[in-house]
Each structure stands twice: as C-alpha cells, then as structure tokens.
C-alpha cells in the first residue's frame, strides 16, 4: 500500500482574480445573490464597484479551481453576462479603483488616453507604474499647462519616489548636465522634457540622458514625439505612451522640425526662450 507523506499533500493557495459581469435584467437583489454565490464557493470578495453603465467589477480571493466552477456557474445565469474571469492587470485594479476604464489606443496598446478631469485616476495609473524598481521608459503628450509635470510629479510622491528634472520649464527652465553620486538610484523618476532637451541641451546634457537611459530606473519623457525626431531613441523604446488632454477630442500638435528647434523658434505655442 502506498503511503502519502504530509509533504506530499498540497493544498492550492488563493490569489487575486478580476471578475466582471454586465447586468442583463437589473432586479433587486442581483448583487446579494452574486455574493451569495461567492461565498457558498469560500471565494472572498476584496472590492467591488461599478463599472462604466450596466457592469460591476470584483477583485476576488480564490483559487483556480473555484474560479472554474464560477465560471461555469456564472454562465448560465440569464440575469448578467461574463465579461471578463481572469487574473488582475493594472487597468482592472484601476477600473475596480476608480469605477471606469482607462481608455488605451485600439492599435497601439501601449498608449493610454486621459482628460484632465481624470488627472486622479491618471496619477494613480503612473504611481502603480512607479513603485516598480526595474526599467521604464513612459512618453507623455499633451498641450502646455495641461497638468503633465504635475501629474508626474504627484505620481512620484504616490509612489514614494524621488523625482528629479534632468530638462523641464516647470519653476524656471532647467538643464543637467551632471548628477551627483547620490542621484544615481533606482528611488529617482528621472523627468526629461523632450522639447527643452532638443532646444537647449548641449552635448554634456545628451551624454547624461544617455547614461541615465541606461539606468535600471523610471525615466518619464514630455514631448515624446519632438524627443524621437530628434535623437537616435524610438517610440518603440517606450513601454508606455501617455496623452493627456484638456478635452475628448482635442489635437496635440507641435513641430517637429529640427531646423526650428535649433533656431530658437518657439514650436506651434511651446515658447522655451
């Protein structure tokens, strides 16, 4: 007879899952009889909101194998249909968060959309992004005095992370051209402001962009576009694309032309003399 050890009985651990279901027939009692559900399974609900209109959103404690006998439940119910039944990304913790979806790009899903009404949810998106310690490089795009240094800023203190401007016009303009030892760490958002780096950087700054760029570290770039047309770095290099906005809708345009740049023209309404 075969004898099983307690080392040999594993017992699956519980972990975080997103659940979301839009609301077919919108009866009362539908969200008692969903928890009801939940509990009569031992899975654990840890937050739930709505979603956009018509759907709700959970981040559930469970395991795989109750999340399979959920699924199947859930699906044939006529009251709500699944949406979604899978392990949490940034965007549904967001969703579950702040009640409604980040908009990201249909064709380049690395680029998410935001107005300036949702600079909250926008700071929180960037702070989740800021609290990792390895490599990542984020554009972002946007009219002046739409609230991007801001935002970034306010991002890092969320993240209890250092920031420091290597180029920026935020107080008065500012170019590095060298970082002290103690400025060299994983703890830094390095902000780097495309259009003042072209315009005003000599060769000493670029020499720092590039030694920061090699950095295990959060580097953020206002004015993506004017800082690839102009340096050997491409939009592929970036892990993520920021737009934000002072309204749906509005167009972000500036040009790109190094002869202007280096002229001293100011560029469609970015004056940096």
């Not at 009801?36 to 209109?53: E, F, H, R, Y």
């Not at 795989?64 to 199947?72: D, G, P, S, T, V």
């Not at 967001?94 to 998410?112: E, M």
Request: charged share 30%.
């Amino acid at each position: 007879m075969k004898k099983f050890h307690s080392c040999e009985v594993h017992m699956e651990e519980k972990k975080e899952w997103y659940l979301e279901y839009e609301i077919k027939i919108n009866r009362p009692g539908l969200l008692g009889d969903i928890s009801s559900l939940l509990g009569m399974l031992s899975i654990n609900i840890i937050t739930i909101n709505g979603i956009d209109q018509g759907s709700r959103g959970l981040l559930i404690l469970s395991t795989k194998h109750q999340i399979e006998r959920l699924a199947l439940i859930l699906q044939t119910m006529e009251t709500i249909n699944l949406v979604k039944l899978r392990e949490p990304t940034l965007r549904d913790r967001l969703a579950v968060r702040h009640g409604r979806y980040i908009q990201r790009d249909a064709d380049d899903k690395k680029t998410f959309r935001f107005i300036r009404d949702e600079i909250g949810l926008l700071v929180d998106f960037m702070s989740e992004i800021f609290k990792g310690e390895d490599h990542r490089l984020i554009g972002i795009r946007g009219m002046p005095r739409v609230g991007k240094t801001e935002s970034i800023v306010a991002a890092s203190v969320s993240a209890n992370k250092r920031w420091l401007f290597v180029s920026s016009t935020l107080l008065k303009q500012t170019i590095r051209n060298n970082l002290i030892e103690g400025e060299y760490s994983d703890k830094y958002v390095y902000i780097i402001d495309g259009a003042v780096s072209i315009r005003r950087g000599n060769e000493k700054h670029w020499q720092l962009i590039r030694e920061i760029m090699r950095l295990p570290a959060i580097k953020v770039i206002e004015h993506p576009d004017l800082f690839v047309a102009n340096s050997e770095y491409r939009l592929e290099d970036f892990d993520y694309i920021i737009e934000l906005r002072n309204e749906p809708g509005e167009e972000i345009i500036y040009n790109v032309d190094r002869q202007n740049l280096l002229s001293g023209n100011s560029i469609d309404g970015f004056d940096y003399k």
